[in-house]
């Protein structure tokens, strides 16, 4: 009999505990879902999101490829195309919009532009 009571406390004690870990990281990534991985590259962030369904790194698809944008425009444009991803836009590649992406930072956009600048030619 106690050892069916010791059992039920360490149980119940590990699902505590881990039932704390897990919120403690769901607090610490504010929107962002668990886990949190907070440095993640331009290019992790493209790959994971919708990006590759209209672009590709070397040829035009719905939207211009990366390297056309990377030959168009330069570090200067950083924060202009950062406001690209994240609000949308049309008219510049073509009558077809690109959707905003207003689920990523202004600081992770920028990662994504700094990504698509390296690539080019």
Do not use: R
């Not at 009571?5 to 897990?22: D, Y």
């Not at 991803?85 to 930072?105: C, D, L, N, R, Y």
């Amino acid at each position: 009999m106690k050892y069916v009571f010791l059992t039920g406390i360490l149980a119940f004690l590990s699902v505590s505990c881990s039932k704390k870990e897990n919120s403690e990281i769901q607090q610490d990534s504010g929107n962002l879902p668990s886990p949190v991985v907070k440095n993640v590259s331009g290019q992790t962030l493209m790959e994971s999101s919708d990006c590759m369904s209209c672009h590709n790194i070397n040829e035009k698809m719905i939207g211009p490829s990366y390297q056309e944008i990377a030959a168009k425009y330069t570090d200067k444009d950083i924060e202009k195309l950062a406001s690209k991803i994240i609000e949308g836009g049309s008219g510049v590649w073509g009558e077809i919009p690109m959707a905003p992406h207003s689920q990523f930072s202004k600081d992770d956009a920028k990662k994504m532009v700094e990504y698509i600048l390296s690539l080019k030619k």
